[in-house]
């Protein structure tokens, strides 16, 4: 059974910093491109990051640049995001997503940037 399980979410001051996981099992987790999506209310969901099987490359999406940073552990089936100096507009519900031969979502988890 495919699953994928986010951890990590929560309510930050603006400024603070948060660090997501992805636990994945099911799947040939290292044959798989893994990136994180988000999706905040009214809009449409939307990459932030991806990595490819190896971690060989990385893309963000241009408002994360420099303030988040997506990593990976093929040994332990994981994938993080860690995200600091976190924005009001950064709120959203955020989704582990693997691509490869089939496409997996997990089930979110929510990030809340408010003071």
């Known amino acids: 059974q495919v699953q994928l399980v986010e951890s990590g979410g929560g309510l930050v001051q603006p400024g603070g910093s948060l660090r997501l996981s992805c636990a994945a099992s099911?799947?040939?987790?290292?044959?798989?491109?893994m990136s994180w999506y988000r999706q905040a209310p009214g809009k449409e969901r939307e990459l932030v990051a991806a990595?490819?099987?190896?971690?060989?490359?990385?893309n963000y999406t241009d408002s994360v640049k420099g303030r988040f940073t997506i990593s990976r552990d093929n040994v332990q089936n994981t994938v993080a995001l860690q995200m600091n100096s976190l924005k009001p507009e950064d709120t959203a519900v955020y989704y582990c997503n693997a691509k490869g031969l089939y496409r997996y979502w997990g089930q979110g988890t929510q990030v809340t940037v408010s003071s």
């Open positions: 099911g799947f040939s987790f290292s044959r798989y491109a």
């Open positions: 990595i490819t099987p190896a971690g060989s490359r990385i």
